[in-house]
């Protein structure tokens, strides 16, 4: 009997960061009869690592290639990266991708697509990148009912926080520091003022509980108007601010998305992860609490993932979204009040406590700084205006306890008023 010898073919569209990635490391792959069939790219005056003859600048000719057995998608561009993951799927073919943008807007679309013409698309590296975040959900967490996931899931942004942190520097030099060593983009907005998290939330949203919602009704706050006040704040709390997005069952089925800056304490899971490293906790009802942390993008790290679904593609894996076809969970903004720190302008701060009727537990005397507890509807209702006005909103568990903060801060002159 001749045995048949394994030989498969990847067109892959975009060769930046994560299509050289994936590129290096189907060659270190050659031998196991891999190879990347043709490569298309948008720019023909840009310098490249390989001979102009290996690149096509015309998609159809990767997507009208049928001697390919598998399409990675890996494009800095949204709404062409739709088109592409379209037309594959249409076209009932395999196709991996990396968007996390394009596939949090449009799951439903992506998953009809997938049953109606029998193709198939894997996102591994859209979340987490090197992280199997995803494909532990599904396979592992598949039929387990998942009491939270929580995690830090943007890179940039907890680079940025950890420099504050460990350098007390400001803001604008850690953002910049992170843009000069390629971990922030020229235009950081969807790390920093949360997108990016969103994205991967609404993504891991669908894996985890079988929720399908769109990032703009998700509630969200980013790092963008962080003050050296509240890092102060937190150290003095034995806390790290860090970016989380969570997922949190409550009563009747409904489960609870948010993004947003958190007061984590030491101790907990979250307050090791550090620099451009990425982390998940998945509680779930039975197996207890599990961790994962990684790099969470970078051209090899995330060509690596990207690798990971190609070979467990070709496979036969494909995402069977358990959860949604049992769960069924639906979205609610919750019940339980929050406390929220709001750092900003003291005539904002003052125009939102005149708006809302609540109670601050703390606040300093040039009402520049206030603690007060809030409901989940009250903080969505004026999530705009708090944006808009450049207020910094952070999130302080209930596990961190508020009780050293008027003596501390008295005592050691952090804050700049007497009190709080
Ligand atoms: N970078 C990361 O660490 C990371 C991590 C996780 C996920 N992702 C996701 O991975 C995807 C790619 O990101 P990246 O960082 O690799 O981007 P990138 O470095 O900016 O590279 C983008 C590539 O896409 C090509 N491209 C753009 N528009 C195109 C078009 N219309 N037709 C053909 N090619 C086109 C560009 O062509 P030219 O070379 O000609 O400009 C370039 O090669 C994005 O969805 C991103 O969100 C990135």
């Given at each position: 009997?001749?045995?048949?010898?394994?030989?498969?073919?990847?067109?892959?569209?975009?060769?930046?960061?994560?299509?050289?990635?994936?590129?290096?490391?189907?060659?270190?792959?050659?031998?196991?009869?891999?190879?990347?069939?043709?490569?298309?790219?948008?720019?023909?005056?840009?310098?490249?690592?390989?001979?102009?003859?290996s690149?096509?600048y015309?998609?159809?000719?990767?997507?009208?290639?049928?001697?390919?057995?598998?399409?990675?998608?890996?494009?800095?561009?949204?709404?062409?990266?739709?088109?592409?993951?379209?037309?594959?799927?249409?076209?009932?073919?395999?196709?991996?991708?990396?968007?996390?943008?394009?596939?949090?807007?449009?799951?439903p679309?992506l998953?009809?697509?997938?049953?109606?013409?029998?193709?198939?698309l894997?996102?591994?590296?859209?979340?987490?990148?090197?992280?199997?975040?995803l494909?532990?959900?599904?396979?592992?967490?598949?039929?387990e009912?998942?009491?939270?996931?929580?995690?830090?899931?943007?890179?940039?942004?907890?680079?940025?926080?950890?420099?504050?942190?460990?350098?007390?520097?400001?803001?604008?030099?850690a953002?910049?520091?992170?843009?000069?060593?390629?971990?922030?983009?020229?235009?950081?907005?969807l790390?920093?003022?949360?997108?990016?998290?969103?994205?991967?939330?609404?993504?891991?949203?669908?894996?985890?509980?079988?929720?399908?919602?769109?990032?703009?009704?998700?509630?969200?706050?980013?790092?963008?108007?962080?003050?050296p006040?509240?890092?102060?704040?937190?150290?003095?709390?034995?806390?790290?601010?860090?970016?989380?997005?969570?997922?949190?069952?409550?009563?009747?089925?409904?489960?609870?998305?948010?993004?947003?800056?958190?007061?984590?304490?030491?101790?907990?899971?979250?307050?090791?992860?550090?620099?451009?490293?990425?982390?998940?906790?998945?509680?779930?009802?039975?197996?207890?609490?599990?961790?994962?942390?990684?790099?969470?993008?970078?051209?090899?790290p995330?060509g690596?993932?990207?690798?990971?679904?190609?070979?467990?593609?070709?496979?036969?894996?494909?995402?069977?979204?358990?959860?949604?076809?049992?769960?069924?969970?639906?979205?609610?903004?919750?019940d339980?009040?929050?406390?929220?720190?709001?750092?900003?302008?003291?005539?904002?701060?003052?125009?939102?406590?005149?708006?809302v009727?609540?109670?601050?537990?703390?606040?300093?005397?040039?009402?520049?700084?206030?603690?007060l507890?809030?409901?989940?509807?009250?903080?969505?209702?004026?999530?705009?205006?708090?944006?808009?006005?450049?207020?910094?909103?952070?999130?302080?568990?209930?596990?961190?306890?508020?009780?050293?903060?008027?003596?501390?801060?008295?005592?050691?002159?952090i804050?700049?008023?007497?009190?709080?």
């Amino acid at each position: 009997m001749k045995i048949q010898k394994f030989r498969k073919r990847i067109g892959l569209i975009g060769f930046g960061c994560v299509g050289q990635g994936l590129y290096d490391v189907v060659e270190a792959n050659r031998h196991l009869g891999w190879e990347i069939g043709s490569i298309c790219v948008k720019d023909k005056d840009k310098p490249r690592s390989l001979p102009a003859s290996s690149f096509t600048y015309n998609v159809q000719e990767v997507l009208q290639d049928a001697s390919l057995d598998i399409i990675a998608e890996l494009i800095s561009d949204p709404a062409e990266a739709l088109g592409i993951i379209r037309q594959a799927l249409q076209q009932g073919r395999t196709v991996v991708s990396a968007n996390k943008k394009v596939i949090s807007e449009n799951l439903p679309e992506l998953i009809q697509l997938q049953q109606r013409y029998g193709g198939v698309l894997l996102y591994e590296a859209s979340v987490c990148g090197s992280i199997p975040v995803l494909r532990t959900l599904e396979a592992y967490y598949g039929s387990e009912p998942l009491v939270e996931v929580r995690g830090i899931l943007n890179g940039s942004s907890n680079y940025i926080l950890s420099k504050l942190h460990a350098e007390r520097g400001s803001y604008h030099s850690a953002l910049r520091q992170a843009q000069e060593l390629g971990f922030a983009e020229a235009d950081p907005a969807l790390d920093v003022e949360g997108g990016d998290a969103l994205h991967k939330l609404c993504i891991l949203a669908a894996h985890a509980y079988g929720v399908l919602v769109h990032p703009e009704d998700v509630l969200h706050f980013g790092i963008q108007h962080i003050s050296p006040e509240a890092i102060e704040l937190a150290d003095v709390l034995k806390c790290r601010i860090k970016l989380v997005g969570s997922l949190k069952a409550v009563a009747h089925g409904q489960v609870v998305l948010q993004v947003i800056p958190t007061f984590i304490p030491a101790g907990d899971a979250l307050y090791d992860v550090e620099a451009e490293f990425n982390g998940l906790e998945v509680e779930a009802r039975f197996a207890g609490k599990q961790f994962l942390k990684g790099r969470g993008a970078g051209s090899h790290p995330t060509g690596s993932a990207v690798w990971a679904d190609v070979a467990a593609a070709v496979r036969g894996y494909r995402y069977t979204y358990p959860k949604l076809c049992t769960n069924q969970a639906t979205v609610t903004a919750g019940d339980t009040g929050l406390t929220i720190l709001l750092q900003g302008e003291p005539e904002q701060i003052a125009k939102f406590l005149e708006q809302v009727p609540s109670e601050a537990l703390f606040q300093s005397q040039d009402q520049s700084q206030v603690i007060l507890s809030l409901s989940p509807q009250q903080l969505g209702q004026h999530a705009a205006f708090l944006k808009q006005q450049g207020v910094f909103v952070a999130a302080i568990p209930a596990n961190v306890s508020l009780d050293k903060i008027p003596e501390r801060l008295k005592a050691e002159e952090i804050l700049p008023v007497e009190t709080l």
